[in-house]
């Protein structure tokens, strides 16, 4: 089965729980899941041959968190071409703030820049509606699934 690579950015550890529960799901699923903690991604170029996955909080002023700062501006100044990289975004936010889901919107906008694909559009979870974030990802990664199998089928 396909590899799914994970990455996460995370300010008070709700992203960081939300990309493990979906690590432990997709291996359940039978996906080989690799969950990149915040000091292994400096340089990394996901495969064009696996999937994607980010999950990321907001802070700040719609900013990205410090975590996984180093990784979004690696990536965006090397701009790797990646036209064979299929990709999803869960960002969660807080729909009080303009700059909700800000940091998801920047990873999706870069990705998509570098040419790669999403599989769905991006998943928006706001923590005015929803005190676990993980139960949301979880309901989404079942409907996720279906789309990679019938592309994988395809």
Do not use: H
């Not at 799901?25 to 996901?46: S, V």
């Not at 040419?115 to 923590?127: H, N, P, T, W, Y």
Request: proline share 5%; charged share 25%; hydrophobic share 40%.
């Amino acid at each position: 089965m396909k590899k799914v690579n994970l990455v996460f950015g995370t300010v008070y550890g709700s992203a960081q729980f939300t990309a493990e529960t979906l690590e432990k799901e997709l291996t359940a699923l039978g996906y080989k899941a690799k969950l990149w903690q915040p000091n292994e991604i400096a340089n990394f170029i996901p495969p064009q041959d696996e999937l994607l996955v980010v999950v990321t909080s907001t802070t700040g002023q719609g900013d990205l968190p410090e975590d996984i700062q180093p990784w979004f501006y690696q990536l965006k100044n090397a701009a790797p071409y990646l036209p064979e990289l299929k990709y999803s975004v869960i960002a969660l936010g807080d729909s009080s703030y303009d700059t909700f889901c800000g940091a998801g919107k920047a990873v999706d906008e870069l990705l998509s820049e570098l040419g790669a694909k999403s599989v769905m559009g991006r998943l928006e979870i706001d923590a005015c509606e929803t005190m676990e974030p993980e139960v949301e990802a979880k309901k989404w990664l079942e409907r996720w699934n279906q789309v990679v199998k019938s592309e994988l089928a395809a």
